[in-house]
């Protein structure tokens, strides 16, 4: 029996739009109206879930920020945070200036952004407020620090993730979650939406073997691995299709719709 749906958000329900197809949300309503609790499972920042919430009728959690923040959509309350160290940030930052002379460099804490001088807008929904300025002047050993972003328009998104992730050494989780967009996300060590999930679950009495779960980047590949039923976009990242090797129809032929209906009526 299925008791919960934990779904990515970008790519996955959601359109460029930021909008939920209706199929999908007709399908979203049926499974709470038959007793499944909805979690969304998003690489964004919470500031970032307002738009999500003025488009539900019901109650959710969000886990944000690739599994650093646990969110309680309905009330706007952060219930649990997963927190770096502002050394640690600022280490790797002055290890990755070197490395990477023309990259631009981002900071999401519990109270707000700090971002130094030239990081660059995006086409993506953009709220809360954003501090200009040195990282290492702007953050204290108190900044609450959940995700540091590392972006270099020069580079190749693959590229940029590989080399990232070979310099930070395992002291942080890194992870790539915008598709074709040279962006990438650095949290707490062992730091992933599967992690969260799971413990999530836990506390609230669900198994995994009780859990369906979507999604279509690299960031999703825990979750998608962790759940009973994980399933792919096959509009998603081809090495995360391989790693899940369950799939279900691309984001434009509203294929998250198509499997919850198909799970509603089988019972």
């Known amino acids: 029996m299925i008791k919960l749906i934990a779904t990515d958000l970008d790519g996955t329900v959601l359109g460029p739009d930021f909008r939920f197809r209706d199929r999908t949300l007709e399908a979203l309503r049926a499974a709470r109206s038959a007793g499944v609790e909805i979690v969304y499972v998003t690489g964004r920042p919470h500031r970032w879930i307002e738009p999500v919430r003025e488009q539900l009728e019901y109650e959710s959690v969000a886990i944000c920020s690739n599994g650093a923040v646990i969110y309680d959509v309905a009330q706007g309350e952060v ?22 002379p023309g990259a631009h460099y981002s900071v999401e804490t519990l109270a707000g952004v700090v971002s130094e001088p030239g990081w660059p807008q995006t086409n993506l929904l953009e709220t ?19 995700k540091f972003l590392v972006r270099d328009e020069s580079m190749d998104p693959r ?54 779960a979507f999604g279509d980047m690299p960031n999703d590949t825990t979750m998608l691995q962790w759940a009973g039923r994980g399933y792919a976009m096959a509009s998603g990242w081809p090495e995360v299709i391989q790693e899940v090797g369950r799939t279900c129809p691309a984001f434009e032929e509203d294929g998250v719709a198509q499997v919850i209906e198909e799970l509603l009526e089988r019972g």
């Open 159 to 212: 590229t940029l993730y590989e080399t990232v992730q070979d310099k930070a050494k395992n002291q942080v989780s890194v992870t790539h979650a915008v598709a074709n967009m040279p962006l990438t996300e650095i949290g707490q060590a062992g730091l992933s939406k599967g992690r969260t999930l799971a413990r999530w679950c836990a506390s609230e009495g669900i198994a995994a073997d009780e859990v369906v």
């Open 79 to 100: 219930l649990h945070a997963e927190t770096v160290p502002t050394d640690m940030i600022l280490d790797l930052h002055a290890t990755l200036r070197e490395t990477l």
């Open 128 to 146: 809360g407020q954003r501090t200009i300025g040195p990282l290492g002047e702007l953050l204290t050993a108190d900044s609450q620090i959940i």
